[in-house]
Each structure stands twice: as structure tokens, then as C-alpha cells.
């Protein structure tokens, strides 16, 4: 959504948008009941395909900031491995599975497996592969900081 084109669309419209704001000003405080969130759901949906945005720009816009996120968090867990590698701590599992844990990133996988659950700050960022070089190298470096195994 660009903002140009709803600031345009205001420019455009404004008497429109005035008569909907009146109108459901009217409806919420004149209606008493479950018709008048019905009425005012309507006012706005109508405001919404008369602009010309449509369910589609609405998904992919929350689909391309979910992606933008997660690829911004992707990039801050791969940073602070590379800054905490040295703090990591290594804790064997039972049935080869292992635990690194630095003060913002937890990883968790199994031995031999060859992708890994990453955690960055409580948030888990899905499963990665282990052939990234940042994360091999902080699973090696963790590896030198071994604790009792984990019960």
C-alpha cells in the first residue's frame, strides 16, 4: 500500500468519506443493538472496496511484512551468534540431541541431523540448516563449552 495513493484517494473522495464518518457516527450512537456493529462493518467495507483496495493487497501486505520480520530477526540471530559464540554453553541430550545456549540465542538439534531449532530471545525462527557457516561455526565453538548433560 502506497501511502501516495491513499493520500490521492483522499484528496479524491473527502465529501465521501465525510458522509460514511457521519453516517456511522449516527449509527453508533443512535443504534443500540448488534445491527448497529453490522451497519458500521458494512460503512467500513464499503469504504474499503470503494478505495480500491482489495482482500489480495491487504493479504500480501501482511505477507510481505511477516516476511520482512522474520528475515530481519533471521539476520539479528545470525549477528548475535557470531557476537555470543564464545558465551554459548553445549549440553548433551539423551538420544543425541544437544541444547546451545548463549544469553539471546538457544539452538536445539539432534547429532548427525542436519538441520537445527533456532530460538532468538524466546521467539522461535523455525528450523534452519546446519550448512549455514555462521551456525556451524557457533555450534563448534560451543561445542569447547560443554556442560552436564541435560536431564
Known sequence: MDIEVI????????L????????????LNVVKTVLKWAIAIIIIAALLIYSGISI????QTVTDVQSSTMDTLKK???N???????????????NG???ITSPNVEIKGTVGSDKVN?????ISLGEWNLDNE??????????????APAS
Open 7 to 14: 493520500k490521492e484517494f483522499v484528496m479524491q473522495n473527502w
Open 16 to 27: 465521501v468519506i465525510v458522509v460514511a464518518l457521519i453516517i456511522l457516527f449516527f449509527v
Open 56 to 59: 489480495d493487497q491487504i493479504k
Open 76 to 78: 539479528e540471530a545470525t
Open 80 to 94: 548475535l551468534m557470531v557476537n555470543e559464540a564464545s558465551k554459548a554453553t553445549y549440553a548433551k541430550g539423551q
Open 97 to 99: 540431541e544437544f541444547t
Open 118 to 122: 533456532v530460538v532468538l530471545r524466546g
Open 134 to 147: 555462521t551456525i556451524r561455526t557457533f555450534v563448534n565453538k560451543a561445542k569447547g563449552n560443554v556442560t
